[in-house]
């Protein structure tokens, strides 16, 4: 089992960056597939960033591509979320979320694992 644990939220005006970062516990943390979502007021959860099988590649939702950048550390059991040039779209609770069993769907249902979630909140 991972218990994930974000932090790094807080309030930036537009165009400005934040990192946020997820700790994670567990010897086997190198195994799971992580990602980050995030939720905005009266929306939907939704996908992010990932890392795709065991490390192997990134992916990202079109609206945050070229503008967040997603990294792990597993010898430090952490995976964290650069966001720079955030806009006040990007708005949202940010959750770091583990998969046990890679899927390639990036989708929520396929994720084990969430950790509480962090405020990010972007000024005009």
């Known amino acids: 089992q991972v218990q994930l644990v974000e932090s790094g939220g807080g309030l930036v005006q537009a165009g400005g960056s934040l990192r946020l970062s997820c700790a994670a516990s567990g010897r086997t943390f190198s195994l799971y597939a992580m990602a980050w979502f995030r939720q905005a007021p009266g929306k939907e959860r939704e996908f992010v960033a990932a890392?795709?099988?065991?490390?192997?590649?990134?992916y990202y939702a079109d609206s945050v591509k070229g503008r967040f950048t997603i990294s792990r550390d597993n010898a430090g059991n952490t995976v964290d979320l650069q966001m720079d040039s955030l806009k006040p779209e990007d708005t949202a609770v940010y959750y770091c979320?583990?998969?046990?069993?890679?899927?390639?769907?990036?989708?929520?249902?396929?994720?084990?694992?969430w950790g509480q979630g962090t405020q990010v909140t972007v000024s005009s």
């Open positions: 979320a583990a998969e046990r069993y890679y899927s390639g769907t990036f989708s929520r249902s396929s994720y084990d694992y």
């Open positions: 890392f795709s099988e065991r490390g192997r590649g990134t």
